[in-house]
């Protein structure tokens, strides 16, 4: 009996989840990279082992060269893995950050806001969107490792972040604004409108204080993201927000993420 073609019955791609694009680089670590190590280890390893059992039986050359290069494969293989090492753990951490976001966020539908995660450009992505009445908002996730022990405060002084009164830095700063400013390109680019999209940097684990009002630009713990929603008044309107929702649908779904 001859079977007929068939096809997946989906035929839109799904939203993004929190964290994807980190997830995915975490696969490309382990699988490509790391993986690749230690099978290259592996064989050296087993090819000095044969030699060796030849020799032994008299049956090959002297196995020493192999010894000598299996053992530096290895030591090779061993240093780029502790490298890889260190990426991993940066981006399991960004990635768990987000996640955490995500999950506050969530929280925020029963808000009547729409929520989008990792939406990709070219060599840039944010990490989420909030569109409702009141605004449309692109949060930029940072989680920042913390001392184990003493007070995690971030200061905002309206132009930089201090960290602990250690560091000071206005890199969120920056991003935050340029993801803001590349969602209002693109929403007046297809829907001709011009709307006000609002950056947020937030901080999971971390205490934020604000030496000048939150106006143009929100740093908050994302736990206190709700309740800054809370207060926010509506300024769109409801045939706006579903256009917005419409076209930045279309975005992600006709995106290649790959």
């Not at 064989?43 to 060796?52: E, G, P, V, Y």
């Not at 293989?77 to 960004?94: F, T």
């Not at 920042?144 to 000071?168: A, F, H, M, Q, W």
Request: proline share 4%; net charge positive.
């Amino acid at each position: 009996m001859k079977h007929s073609e068939t096809k997946s019955p989906i035929t839109e791609k799904a939203l993004r989840y929190p964290a994807q694009s980190l997830d995915e680089k975490l696969d490309e670590l382990v699988n490509d990279k790391v993986l690749g190590y230690i099978f290259s280890t592996a064989l050296f390893i087993a090819i000095a082992m044969s030699s060796w059992i030849n020799f032994y039986f008299k049956t090959m050359p002297n196995p020493i060269l192999f010894t000598i290069i299996a053992i530096s494969v290895a030591s090779w293989s061993a240093y780029k893995i502790l490298q890889i090492k260190k990426e991993i753990k940066k981006y399991r951490q960004g990635r768990d950050g987000e996640r955490e976001v995500g999950m506050n966020l969530e929280l925020l539908r029963e808000q009547g806001l729409k929520v989008y995660h990792d939406i990709l450009g070219n060599d840039f992505n944010l990490d989420h969107i909030l569109v409702g009445e009141q605004g449309i908002f692109v949060i930029e996730t940072k989680t920042y490792s913390k001392p184990n022990e003493g007070i995690c405060k971030i200061v905002y002084d309206g132009e930089k972040l201090s960290y602990n009164g250690t560091y000071r830095s206005n890199k969120p700063i920056i991003q935050a604004k340029a993801s803001a400013q590349w969602l209002k390109n693109y929403l007046k680019e297809s829907t001709g409108k011009d709307f006000n999209v609002h950056p947020v940097v937030v901080f999971p684990g971390w205490f934020t204080e604000s030496k000048v009002p939150l106006k143009d630009l929100w740093i908050l713990n994302p736990k206190g993201l709700g309740k800054f929603m809370q207060n926010t008044r509506n300024i769109i309107s409801k045939d706006d927000v579903a256009l917005i929702i419409n076209r930045i649908e279309i975005y992600i779904r006709n995106t290649d993420y790959k």
